[in-house]
């Protein structure tokens, strides 16, 4: 789905939201009142609502009596823990992401440590490994799970410089509700992990597996992910 097809709130909240990431409205400011942005964009207030409601639920704004909606401090460190996602939380500009392995249809794997729909089983997943690193640290090594449903040309995606969030928002209408996630310190000995986080073996990291939940009924997706906190801390609205 283009940005065309969406539904007027979500064509709104987009605007607003890249607006606040680009750092045209900073922290603090204020956004226009329900009634500019109705007059601004054409809505009704009920549509306005629904997306402040949007932006507040990922925490882009605070809502304050008397004021309205106020941008909030958009989250620092690794946003691995955050349903906004890592590319907004710490700054796309900042971000290097990375495809080792592109996109590309499989069965699961035989030891998955989620527990998978007899739907999901027979689909398949589309699997890909991504790094990613901030100010030329690599910080975190990720292995991604998505059901091989109705995700129509997401093969043929490039995934460098990209949000998997933003993507699948933008393009395919789904939005992460939350999920579950476990995390474990470990000691690395997988001989790639150690080659892309650039780490010796025996190295502590952050071992996480996540479960994240969508809008899209029976769709969750997966992500296994390996992270160096030597210089940068992971923070999270989640």
């Excluded at 009142?33 to 925490?59: A, F, Q």
């Excluded at 996630?181 to 986080?197: G, R, T």
Aim: proline share 5%; hydrophobic share 35%; glycine share 8%.
């Amino acid at each position: 789905m283009g940005l065309n097809d969406q539904p007027q709130y979500r064509k709104l909240y987009e605007s607003l939201r890249k607006q606040i990431v680009d750092g045209f409205y900073k922290e603090g400011d204020l956004l226009p009142s329900e009634n500019d942005l109705c007059i601004l964009h054409n809505l009704t207030r009920p549509t306005v609502r629904k997306s402040l409601d949007m932006l507040l639920h990922e925490g882009f704004i605070k809502k304050h009596q008397g004021l309205g909606s106020v941008v909030h401090k958009l989250p620092k460190g690794i946003g691995i823990l955050s349903v906004t996602g890592t590319t907004t939380a710490i700054g796309g500009h900042r971000l290097i992401t990375k495809a080792i392995v592109k996109p590309k249809v499989q069965h699961w794997p035989d030891e998955f440590p989620f527990v998978l729909s007899e739907h999901e089983q027979n689909v398949g997943c589309i699997y890909f490994e991504r790094l990613r690193l901030l100010n030329d640290t690599p910080v975190f090594y990720e292995f991604t799970y998505l059901p091989n449903i109705n995700l129509p040309r997401f093969t043929s995606r490039n995934l460098d410089n990209k949000s998997l969030f933003d993507l699948l928002r933008q393009s395919y209408n789904i939005e992460i509700k939350g999920g579950e996630q476990f995390i474990k310190a470990i000691s690395v000995e997988d001989e790639n992990v150690c080659q892309y986080l650039q780490v010796e073996k025996g190295h502590p990291v952050l071992h996480m597996k996540r479960k994240l939940d969508t809008n899209r009924i029976g769709f969750a997706f997966y992500s296994m992910l390996y992270c160096n906190t030597d210089e940068y801390n992971i923070y999270g609205i989640f």
